[in-house]
Structure formats: structure tokens, C-alpha cells
């Protein structure tokens, strides 16, 4: 299915190496994004609403703090788009290694939106157990929940391909992101369900506190995730190794040593390392070789 979405929307959508198809890849997922939770955030408003009319203006907190966190996605989609549309633009004065590391700062910024959709959700959840706010799920929310849960789904596949595909971690933040919202709303509905057939009105605050607190978790495991390159992680030890290698194949290089990557984006790694050659080699001809071992790299 993804490959399908990839096919339609993006030329030449295999040159994922290519940072201007890297680009159209987070378009398509951010306004995939925005269309789909647009859609959850009016089918669950317009049902929080319809139930609190039928209750004394009591808003359903779990139903309403589900529809919160889907508006912090859809910011959050807005978000990817323009971090992906700034990542791709050239090296400059100011930034002799490009954009791309904004596709980060992106993903950190949608972490952020998902741990403070949780704080609200926790601060509401606490406040309506201290008052005692009493809600029976109608049958209409119920089915939202459901409904939203496989949405969610969806949306999660189709971050994960596309994710997977360009190696963005700001993508693989927003799949988790689906994931976590999916199985917060099965929970909701799980619990509506409780509500409805045991006639409990109590259990909103305290299933509204059980899905903020997942939601936090999910949050900070994605700040983990989105900060870490940034902060300066290592670079994986296959890639080193297959540098290593390629340079290895000349015969005029003896050995490899002190092999440092700096790490500028999921496309731009910029790579130093010595080269040991024979002393006794022609100087001019050993500068030609390493030219050459610098132009296979790239």
C-alpha cells in the first residue's frame, strides 16, 4: 500500500538518496497526516460536544483529551512539512553543511507536542476524579473510538513505510506517535464500553489519567529518539566498516585509521580518516590516489 501512495505522488521514488524525493516523501506523509487527523479531530470534538449536551455541558475528559492529542498531531504534521521543505534547502554561508538536521529539530518539536497533549490530558483526568465529574459514554462515541483507532493504524503503516524507506526519524517519532494513539483510543473504547453496560459514570477521569500517562511515556521515548542525533550519536558501525572497506581496495593503501563521521542528516555524513601508504610511493601519484578514494566515497 505504501509502495502504491509512492508510486502515485513521487517520481522516481526510489532515489531515496536523492534529498529532493527525501523531501516529497515527508510532504506526502504530512499531508496524509494532516488530511487524516483533521478527520479525527472534528469526528471527536463534534461527539464530545453531542454527549456533554446530553449530560448538563459535562465533556466527556478522555474522549475530549483523545481529541487534544490528535490536534497536537495535526500541528505536528504541519510541523514535519515545513521542517522537510527547510532540510532541502542548499548549503549557504551561514550553514556549509546544509539543512538537513532541521528534519531533527522537526521530529523533537513533535515529541514535544505529544508530551504536553499528555500533561493537559493528566491535569484534566486528576481534576475531574476530584470533582467526581460523572459520564456515560453514548453508543455514537463508541464507535468514534473504534473508528479512530484503526484510522490511526492506517496513518502509523503509512508513516512507517515512508519512514523506513528514507531513514527519517522525524517519520519513525510520527509512527510512533499513530501507534500510541491507536491503542489509547482501543483503550478508551474498551473502557466506554464498561462505562455504557455497567451504567459506571466515574471511570472517564480515571481512563483519561491510564491513556496520559501512556502518552507521556510514548512522548519522552520519542524525545530520546529525535534528540540523538543531534546531541551527536555514533555512527553505526556496518557503515564505518563499509567505508573501510571501499578504501581498502586499493592496493596502494597499506591501512586505515582514525575514521571519524559527523553526522548532518539522514543523506549527508561527512566522513575523515588517515590513509597509510607506502613511503617509498611517488608523492604526486599517492595525492592522485587519494583523490580518487575521496570521489568513490561520495
Not at 479525527?40 to 459535562?58: E, H, R
Not at 514535519?80 to 542548499?90: A, N, Q, R, V, Y
Amino acid at each position: 500500500m505504501v509502495t502504491l501512495l509512492r508510486k502515485l505522488f513521487i517520481k522516481n521514488y526510489q532515489d531515496v538518496d536523492n534529498s529532493l524525493i527525501r523531501g516529497k516523501h515527508g510532504k506526502l506523509a504530512a499531508v496524509f497526516g494532516i488530511i487524516t487527523n483533521l478527520l479525527l479531530v472534528l469526528l471527536k470534538f463534534g461527539i464530545a460536544l453531542y454527549g456533554a449536551s446530553k449530560n448538563n455541558w459535562i465533556i466527556p475528559l478522555a474522549l475530549l483529551g483523545d481529541a487534544i492529542n490528535n490536534l497536537g498531531d495535526l500541528a505536528s504534521n504541519l510541523v514535519t512539512l515545513i521542517g522537510f521543505k527547510m532540510s532541502l534547502k542548499p548549503a549557504d554561508k551561514d550553514h556549509p553543511f546544509g539543512h538537513q538536521r532541521i528534519e531533527y529539530i522537526s521530529g523533537l518539536i513533535v515529541s514535544v507536542f505529544v508530551v504536553t497533549a499528555g500533561i493537559e490530558l493528566l491535569v484534566t483526568s486528576i481534576k475531574g476524579i476530584i470533582n467526581q465529574d460523572e459520564v456515560i459514554y453514548e453508543i455514537s462515541s463508541i464507535i468514534v473510538l473504534f473508528a479512530s483507532s484503526l484510522i490511526k493504524l492506517f496513518q502509523g503503516y503509512v508513516n512507517y513505510g515512508l519512514g523506513k524507506a528514507i531513514a527519517s526519524p522525524s517519520l519513525k517519532a510520527t509512527y510512533l506517535d499513530s501507534l500510541s494513539d491507536a491503542i489509547a483510543s482501543s483503550l478508551l473504547g474498551i473502557g466506554a464500553i464498561i462505562s455504557f453496560c455497567l451504567n459506571f459514570p466515574y471511570l472517564d477521569s480515571y481512563m483519561g489519567v491510564a491513556v496520559s500517562l501512556f502518552i507521556l511515556y510514548s512522548g519522552f521515548m520519542m524525545i530520546k529518539e529525535t534528540s540523538n542525533p543531534l546531541i551527536g550519536e555514533a555512527t553505526d558501525k556496518k557503515y564505518v566498516q563499509k567505508i573501510v572497506n571501499e578504501v581498502l581496495r586499493y592496493k596502494e593503501v597499506k591501512g586505515v585509521h582514525d575514521v571519524i563521521c559527523h553526522n548532518y542528516g539522514a543523506t549527508k555524513i561527512f566522513v575523515s580518516l588517515h590513509v597509510e601508504v607506502n613511503e617509498k610511493e611517488d608523492f604526486p601519484y599517492i595525492h592522485d590516489v587519494i583523490d580518487n578514494i575521496e570521489e568513490d566515497i561520495k
